[in-house]
């Protein structure tokens, strides 16, 4: 217990005795390739989250969109290449593969509860042919993130569950939080407006998603 009264975790012996240690069926799931309902599932998944660190350990976790079927690629059975497209330049997850190639990606697919989790070694590709085949409205990808497969597995949906996520009936009204341009204008404040702000989130700010 520490100053705070806080009874804290320090070793893997104190975790597995609090949690318990993983049935056989959890830790034998994982695989180093793709499988056919993998790829079906990559085809299928619009959306992912892209996990890095730098090589001091500090970490990201950036989301990834793009329609069905042009988020991912796939070279081969080991290998996978997610696009990048135009956004605001940090690209905190790419500067931290380029110190530490080791990644995490989480695939959802709308509506379920099961999501697919694929770790390995990623490296930056500003070229390639497959490039071509992951445009959408006209633009290629700024970038891919080619990732060598080291370990895939499907996740149960209990977080989803409890979330409720895809629920509509558990979807908080939007007046419970503000704005995207109420919290541009209040924490990110840039000179703009709240109605300039208002202007540049609306309609156009969907029309230039690839530009």
Not at 3 to 22: S, Y
Not at 82 to 103: C, K, M, S, T
Request: hydrophobic share 40%; with cysteine; glycine share 8%.
């Amino acid at each position: 217990m520490d100053e705070r009264g806080w009874t804290t975790v320090d070793d893997v012996e104190a975790l597995a005795a609090l949690v318990g240690e993983p049935a056989r069926r959890a830790v034998e799931k994982e695989r180093d390739h793709l499988l056919d309902v993998d790829l079906a599932w990559l085809r299928a998944a619009p959306f992912c989250v892209l996990a890095t660190a730098n090589a001091d350990g500090a970490c990201d976790a950036s989301p990834k969109g793009d329609p069905a079927g042009r988020l991912v690629h796939v070279l081969d059975r080991r290998t996978i290449a997610v696009a990048e497209r135009p956004g605001n330049r940090r690209v905190d997850g790419y500067r931290n593969v380029l110190e530490n190639p080791h990644v995490g990606l989480l695939f959802l697919v709308p509506g379920r509860g099961d999501t697919l989790r694929v770790n390995g070694r990623a490296r930056l590709v500003s070229d390639a042919p497959f490039l071509d085949e992951m445009t959408v409205r006209g633009h290629r990808p700024l970038l891919a993130l080619v990732v060598d497969v080291e370990q895939v597995f499907f996740h149960c949906s209990k977080a989803f569950l409890r979330a409720g996520l895809w629920e509509p009936e558990t979807w908080r009204p939007f007046d419970e939080v503000p704005r995207r341009a109420v919290i541009a204008h209040d924490v990110e404040p840039d000179g703009r407006s709240l109605e300039e702000l208002d202007a540049y989130y609306g309609p156009a700010y969907a029309e230039g998603l690839y530009r």
